[in-house]
């Protein structure tokens, strides 16, 4: 029989196989650098402290998942509390004059992340939840859903992030 993994053992296991979606998760969450630092750090530390509660009921993807999004939900509210903006000056003042290929696709991107930022809280936790690749089932599984309301949703999300993105409108989610 092989004894259960410390919470060490399991943030360490967590950390390696989900960090760099875990800064993607941060990158989505917060525009500003300093904010998405402290948010990321935040995610690591309530990680590790959600091992101790971790019993293996669910996969360790699921787990870190369903921590980091409520950690990265409650710092949107924070912030929004704080009236903060999405765009500092120091961002477009740092932005390329240069329209070359590689910056249009980097613009594109950042406007798009921009229009994810708009959606509503759980709406922008399906939507960063289907862009790490994860199926309906396993976002279902996160977010508490069934995996029908979840293809449903992520359809509909799709076309208003069409929509806005090339119209440049806002509209009723």
Known sequence: MEPNPSQ????????????AALDRLASAYEANPE???????????????????????????TWVYRVAHNIATSH??????????????EVI???PDVQDHAYEQRANLE????????????????????LEGMDAASIGEVMGVSPGSVATKIHRIKN??????????????
Request: with cysteine; aromatic share 8%.
């Open 76 to 89: 949107v509210i924070r912030q929004k509390r704080k009236n903060s903006a999405l765009v500092t000056l």
């Open 111 to 130: 406007r798009l992340m921009a229009l994810i930022h708009q959606l509503k809280p759980l709406d922008r936790q399906m939507t960063l939840l289907y």
């Open 93 to 95: 003042e740092a932005m």
């Open 35 to 61: 904010e998405r630092r402290d948010l990321l750090q935040d995610i690591h530390l309530g990680l590790w402290r959600s091992f101790s509660a971790f019993d293996g009921r669910c996969a360790l993807r």
């Open 160 to 173: 208003i992030l069409a929509r806005r993105f090339h119209g440049g409108e806002r509209d009723a989610e």
């Open 8 to 19: 060490d053992d399991l943030y360490q296991e967590a950390a390696a196989g989900y960090g």
